[in-house]
């Protein structure tokens, strides 16, 4: 099992994280499901148990150590479940993250940016499988080598398109007017009609509005109201 995974170890993945990973697959894979990739968390601190993601071609699994690393917390998503993947570059790392059908979005940051790409490059595929069934799976292997991209990246520091994903802009300091108006959600003003937005531009602009709520900025009714808005879109 140690050998197969041996191929994760050339994108900056933490070795001893990997290594502990390999250790619990052998348990958790469903029969006929092979793992495509794995990507691990870098903070810019030293992180002794980063969390980990695993993409197979059955589903997602977040891996969380607990407890000082002596155990781990699993949680697992199939591809039938899983609406749309994203990626936001930021200077520190990536930020990959995916929504679900039950309106659900998980992120996990601070991964290394070619991680992040083969990631989305992979969960493309996964899903664009499901919408296409007639067409042959690609071998694991095949998707991740397709994936390739040069040793050196360029810092991200403006919104850019690669055939990877489309790079989000860290969210900005807030500096934007707000009028709320009585039981209507908060619109930044002068900005285009939600309708006109494509669905990277609705999750980045629902990740800003967390933002606001998590620093007291709008209350909770007006971000859930928001919320429910944005989803309507997605």
């Known amino acids: 099992m140690k050998e197969q995974f041996k191929k994760f170890l050339n994108e900056e993945q933490d070795p001893k994280a990997i290594e502990k990973i390999t250790s619990k697959l052998t348990d958790l894979l469903m029969k006929g499901e092979e793992v495509g990739y794995i990507a691990v968390q870098k903070k810019p601190a030293i992180t002794v148990f980063p969390d980990s993601i695993i993409l197979t071609n059955k589903r997602i699994i977040i891996c969380t150590p607990k407890n000082l690393g002596l155990s781990m917390n699993f949680t697992d998503y199939t591809w039938d479940d899983i609406t749309s993947s994203f990626v936001k570059?930021?200077?520190?790392?990536?930020?990959?993250?995916?929504?679900?059908?039950?309106?659900?979005?998980?992120?996990?940051?601070?991964?290394?940016k070619i991680q992040a790409r083969k990631m989305y490059t992979y969960a493309k595929e996964q899903l664009d499988l499901l919408k296409n069934p007639v067409q042959a799976a690609a071998p694991v292997q095949e998707i991740v080598e397709e994936a390739e991209v040069e040793d050196e990246i360029e810092e991200i520091e403006t919104e850019e398109v690669t055939s990877f994903a489309e790079i989000l802009p860290a969210?900005?300091?807030?500096?934007?007017?707000?009028?709320?108006?009585?039981?209507q959600p908060v619109q930044p003003v002068g900005e285009r009609r939600l309708s006109d937005l494509s669905k990277?531009?609705?999750?980045?602009?629902?990740?800003?509005y967390?933002?606001?709520?998590?620093?007291?900025?709008?209350?909770?009714?007006?971000?859930?109201?928001?919320?429910?808005?944005?989803?309507?879109?997605?």
């Open 171 to 183: 969210a900005p300091a807030v500096t934007e007017t707000y009028e709320p108006l009585p039981n």
């Open 210 to 234: 967390k933002k606001l709520l998590d620093n007291g900025l709008i209350m909770q009714g007006e971000y859930d109201a928001y919320k429910k808005e944005i989803l309507s879109y997605m």
């Open 200 to 208: 990277e531009e609705l999750f980045d602009k629902l990740q800003n």
């Open 89 to 112: 570059e930021n200077i520190l790392g990536s930020e990959f993250s995916f929504s679900t059908n039950t309106d659900l979005i998980l992120s996990i940051d601070y991964i290394p």
